[in-house]
């Protein structure tokens, strides 16, 4: 149970979008296992593709010629990071697709926001659900089959193999990585040396097991069908049913059907020991500390091969495992706990600390919420990183003292003077600038209520909220004093104004861009 609104708040920044006064307060009366009891098991999942559905249908009967796009997909990210009552499954879902990635950047899939909303919804589905079943529907999504290539990949045929790139990734980012693994993620040495967990090899036996996939409709034409959002069939004449030798060196036999061939090869990479402390390693990442101590990694890990109840890669144990473990709830962390806090948790976290108002929604029923493409900016847009390595490596170190400590700042590796400044931009938009002669409702972009601050009869009353709402009340002293200071001189400016500053200061400031 915290015991303060500060401890409620760091826990909620690690397992929201940001926290909120109504999820602080929820969270001090009912506990942290019973919040996350709530989010896992009573809290709705807020979809995105029905809503995206609904968007274009309403454009399509005005007639106009406007059509769903990305934009449209992004605003509702957006929206429901923001607002969204199942903050939890939805960080989460965020968390993997940063490990089960595709991309709108990729031209297979980027004129198709629809499907691509499909993916999103279900990560969020299986967020907290088994690995095995997330591995299956992931592999089968005919998103990640146009972006890794799988999608229409043909048996083997003179002057062509088959296409090897959804085999190799499978492997090295979704499953098992290239060497193996301790449960506390150490590498096993064999005469000193990592030991490889495939070769070139593994892979084009993967590939071949990846062979045949069509749409769900496609009947026999490999070509054919339209559904472009149900799992992939497969058409029997393009998958080739030779005998596989694969991970491990076993084999699969030969004359198998493709669903066969696939479970069988897919179960093979479930179960391998790697996978728990490399899914473990990679969630402890993204939600709470970029350098878990290797004690940290195995409790986790321990956790995704055994829930308690006898089952491997249950992924809501974990998340709960990762939030509720000793290192996270620490009142006072080694100075190696923690992260570099995303930069769209950024932005996120400042709207939902603070009341705001929505754009009223378009004739299409689109709510704005003021950006439409991030990535230029922020260097992150869901669904949206320029390969399939994701935004930033979990194994990035920046030179100077974090490398030279042997630490990991992934987060780090889209920081630079033009992102800071691009950020900081941003920000200031969001906290002030965009707010200079706005009239309610706003039409395209959230409005942040500022009453919390204006109503406070002292620039200590202000920064003092703020470190509440903004920095689980562990701002330093000499960042307290230098707002509090900034507020005693803005004399003539109005209340709005100097809330407005604290709030646009505050946001940029590194504190707020590092997550404790």
Request: aromatic share 10%; charged share 15%; with cysteine.
């Amino acid at each position: 149970m915290p015991a303060t609104d500060g401890e409620a708040a760091r826990f909620l920044t690690q397992a929201t979008f940001g926290p909120s006064t109504t999820d602080i307060a929820r969270l001090r009366q009912i506990g942290y296992s019973a919040w996350i009891d709530q989010q896992i098991n009573a809290v709705p999942m807020t979809a995105a593709r029905p809503h995206m559905e609904a968007v274009s249908a309403a454009m399509t009967a005005a007639g106009t010629g406007d059509a769903i796009g990305q934009n449209q997909r992004l605003s509702r990210w957006f929206h429901t990071a923001a607002t969204g009552p199942d903050q939890l499954r939805q960080r989460a879902a965020w968390a993997l697709s940063q490990i089960f990635v595709i991309s709108d950047s990729n031209g297979a899939i980027s004129g198709e926001p629809i499907q691509m909303s499909e993916y999103w919804d279900l990560l969020a589905r299986n967020a907290f659900g088994y690995y095995r079943t997330l591995l299956d529907e992931v592999s089968y999504n005919p998103s990640m089959g146009k972006f890794l290539s799988h999608f229409r990949n043909r048996k083997a045929a003179t002057g062509r193999e088959p296409d090897e790139n959804y085999a190799r990734e499978v492997m090295q980012l979704f499953s098992i990585g290239l060497v193996e693994r301790n449960l506390d993620y150490s590498p096993l040495l064999q005469a000193g040396q990592p030991i490889p967990t495939y070769d070139q090899n593994v892979i084009s036996n993967y590939a071949k097991v990846f062979t045949g996939f069509a749409y769900n409709n496609a009947g026999t034409n490999l070509f054919g069908g339209t559904n472009t959002y149900l799992p992939m069939s497969c058409v029997a004449t393009e998958h080739d049913t030779t005998l596989k030798t694969v991970v491990g060196g076993t084999t699969i036999a030969a004359g198998q059907t493709c669903a066969a061939d696939v479970r069988d090869g897919l179960n093979l990479l479930a179960s391998h020991a790697n996978v728990a402390p490399f899914m473990a390693r990679q969630l402890i990442q993204r939600f709470t500390t970029s350098n878990p101590s290797p004690a940290y990694i195995t409790r986790v890990a321990q956790k995704f091969n055994n829930n308690g109840d006898g089952e491997r890669g249950d992924l809501g144990a974990v998340i709960r495992q990762i939030l509720l473990d000793p290192e996270a709830r620490a009142a006072n962390p080694p100075a190696s706990f923690g992260k570099i806090r995303e930069p769209l948790l950024r932005l996120t976290a400042v709207l939902r600390a603070w009341d705001f108002q929505l754009p009223a929604a378009t004739a299409y029923g689109e709510i704005r919420m003021g950006m439409t493409n991030p990535f230029p900016v922020y260097g992150q847009r869901p669904l949206g990183a320029a390969t399939v390595f994701n935004f930033y490596e979990p194994d990035y170190q920046p030179p100077g003292a974090i490398a030279n400590a042997n630490l990991y700042a992934p987060e780090m590796q889209i920081i630079n003077e033009g992102s800071t400044y691009t950020i900081s931009n941003s920000l200031a938009d969001y906290t002030f600038r965009y707010y200079a002669g706005m009239t309610n409702p706003p039409t395209d972009r959230p409005l942040i209520d500022v009453t919390a601050l204006t109503s406070l009869a002292t620039p200590t009353a202000m920064v003092d909220e703020v470190n509440k709402r903004m920095f689980y009340g562990q701002m330093t002293a000499n960042t307290r004093t230098t707002l509090i200071n900034m507020l005693s001189f803005m004399n003539g400016a109005s209340a709005s104004e100097k809330a407005r500053s604290l709030l646009q200061v505050a946001a940029m400031s590194p504190e707020f861009a590092t997550q404790r």
